[in-house]
Nanobody, 124 residues
């Protein structure tokens, strides 16, 4: 079992930055693909970014490409999401996820382990 805990929630103005962290416990995540998803108010959960176990493959949703950066530190069992140039439409609950994922890194159903989520609110 893997337990994931997100941190870094906050309220920021448009154009601002925020860094989310996801700390894993219970098992090393060094072999897991790690993903970030978000759920905007009244909408379904959507893919944001994912990083392969080695860090050599990174994927982003088009909506965040060039603004968000996903990274991982396997020694600390932690994955990060640096969010720059935030927009009001980035407002959502952000979740990190982990699993041994193949090619379907963008699908929430591919991940068995999820954090509880952390709120990010961007004001205009």
């Amino acid at each position: 079992q893997v337990q994931l805990v997100e941190s870094g929630r906050g309220l920021v103005q448009a154009g601002g930055s925020l860094r989310l962290s996801c700390a894993a416990s219970g098992r090393t995540i060094s072999r897991y693909t790690m993903g970030w998803f978000r759920q905007p108010p009244g909408k379904e959960r959507e893919f944001v970014a994912a990083v392969s176990w080695s860090g050599s493959n990174i994927y982003y949703a088009d909506s965040v490409k060039g603004r968000f950066t996903i990274s991982r530190d396997n020694a600390k069992n932690t994955v990060y999401l640096q969010m720059n140039g935030l927009k009001p439409e980035d407002t959502a609950v952000y979740y990190c996820a982990a699993d041994l994922v193949g090619s379907s890194w963008y699908r929430s159903a591919s991940y068995a382990y999820w954090g509880q989520g952390t709120q990010v609110t961007v004001s205009s």
